[in-house]
């Protein structure tokens, strides 16, 4: 199942509830909501005061990318305030299992996101305990950059292990997704694209949601 997730970092602020409704209302799958910290990424966002507060007015299942140092002592806060995933980096992680268990005991889906740069391999001790991946296609930190063209190959290589170890864990990709590569981003193997600008950054976001899930049918009918 291909699924749409926008991403709210590139909402207007002042008015996230409209972009969470509009979201629901285009057929999104998942809302993505990017947490920054402003040491592991210079950039500094939303608490989990925003996640409860959307919570309370989308049923959208709310996909929480942690770009923060020390996940352990976030994610419980986050698992307070209502997130149905939870992904952390494995650069941000020193004991990645036990912040990985740690997920799945909260019963939210765990997931493990790479920076562009770090190897897929470095899942090798991890990956059977995962629910979904999320690859990093730019270095996270800002919405709105230029999809990194040499993310294509590193897609396909993840989804043969995937496959060729008989799991099947989702690829969630992030960063320069839009209408014009996303038909390329499916099949190289991705089944969650998140959209930030291509989608809140347009003049009409509904309109991009829908024209997205069309795109999606056509691979799932074939
Ligand atoms: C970047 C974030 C992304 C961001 C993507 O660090 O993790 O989720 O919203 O934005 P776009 O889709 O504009 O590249
Ligand atoms: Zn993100």
């Known amino acids: 199942m291909i699924q749409i997730a926008p991403s709210i970092?590139?909402?207007?602020?002042?008015?996230?509830?409209?972009?969470?409704?509009?979201?629901?209302?285009?057929?999104?799958?998942?809302?993505?909501?990017?947490?920054?910290?402003?040491?592991?990424?210079?950039?500094l966002t939303f608490g989990p005061q925003l996640v409860a507060a959307l919570k309370k007015i989308t049923s959208l299942p709310l996909d929480v990318h942690l770009m923060v140092e020390n996940p352990r002592f976030f994610i419980p806060l986050f698992h307070e305030a209502g997130a149905d995933m939870i992904s952390i980096h494995l650069e941000a992680s020193t004991h990645l299992h036990k912040d990985i268990t740690l997920i799945k005991e909260f019963n939210k889906k765990a997931g493990v996101a790479l920076n562009p740069a770090t190897p897929i391999h470095l899942m090798h001790d991890i990956l059977k305990e995962l629910d979904f991946i999320l690859l990093m296609t730019v270095n996270p930190g800002w919405g709105g950059q230029e999809f990194i063209e040499s993310c294509h190959s590193k897609i396909s290589q993840l989804k043969n292990w995937i496959q060729g170890q008989k799991l099947q864990i989702p690829i969630e990709i992030d960063g320069g997704v839009k209408l014009e590569n996303m038909e390329e981003l499916i099949m190289d193997g991705t089944e969650i694209l998140v959209a930030g600008s291509s989608i809140f950054g347009e003049k009409n976001p509904r309109e991009t949601i829908q024209k997205m899930k069309e795109i999606v049918k056509k691979f799932e009918k074939s």
Request: net charge negative; no cysteine; glycine share 6%.
């Open 9 to 43: 970092l590139s909402a207007n602020f002042a008015k996230i509830e409209d972009a969470a409704k509009i979201a629901e209302e285009a057929g999104a799958d998942l809302l993505h909501i990017d947490i920054m910290d402003g040491h592991f990424v210079p950039n």
